[in-house]
């Protein structure tokens, strides 16, 4: 019998119950019964090579949209770089800060710290998908990055543009709530993105990647001497170039 679903994100749903168990299976399920296998195991290892090849291209601060449970986060860290992971499932922000990183629960369309300031911005992991509105995703990423900010998109294998409303599940008997998402290949990207300028784009181990890059200067930045620091569970003192600004 099939349990009835569970709010996503909250720490009981089958996302939360993958990280805690480091593996899947787990999948977005479209309505039409469709399934999409997402890579838990990979997300939760440390970073692999085609990982670190793109943090290579980060500049500056670095701010990670949908961290999930940090492995990027880490890795910039550990390189000594300014970064932040956000992620609206606690168990993932739990996991990320667990292993050394900063990381808040919030959505990306949530007030963030260092708003107008960020370096980088990463949408890694099909986290193009946010909130199935490719468009209002790369409006808001354009407000967080400074004037001439990167940002660094995965993008599906082949050639989709496609908005649906998923849900989690494991197959078993865990379900999610359902949520909007959309699937992009980098035409699709390419499209939504006006107002940007293409850095690059490649492809590494089987998965694709695009760097845009920002033109204008974000209407919300915040004043270069905003005072208060990013926090999580523990404070940092923050460096020159890493955004601050209040929780």
Known sequence: MTAPPTAPWTGTDPYAAALRAGHGPLFLRRADGWLLPLDVERWCARADAVDRAVLDRCEGAVLDVGCGPGRLVVELAGRGRAVLGIDVSAAAVDHTVRLGGQALCRSVFDPLPGEGRWGTVLLMDGNVGIGGDPRALLDRVARLLAPGGLLIAETTEVDVDERARVHLTDTREAV??????????????????????????????????????????????????????ISSQRSRKPSVDWPVADR
Do not use: D, H, I, N
């Open 176 to 229: 999610g709530a359902p949520f909007l998402w959309a699937r992009l290949g980098t035409p699709a990207l390419l499209r939504y993105a006006r107002g940007w300028a293409q850095a690059a784009q490649w492809a590494a181990g089987g998965r694709r990647f695009v760097a845009l890059r920002s033109r204008s200067a974000s209407s919300r930045a915040e004043p270069p001497k905003s005072a208060a620091v």
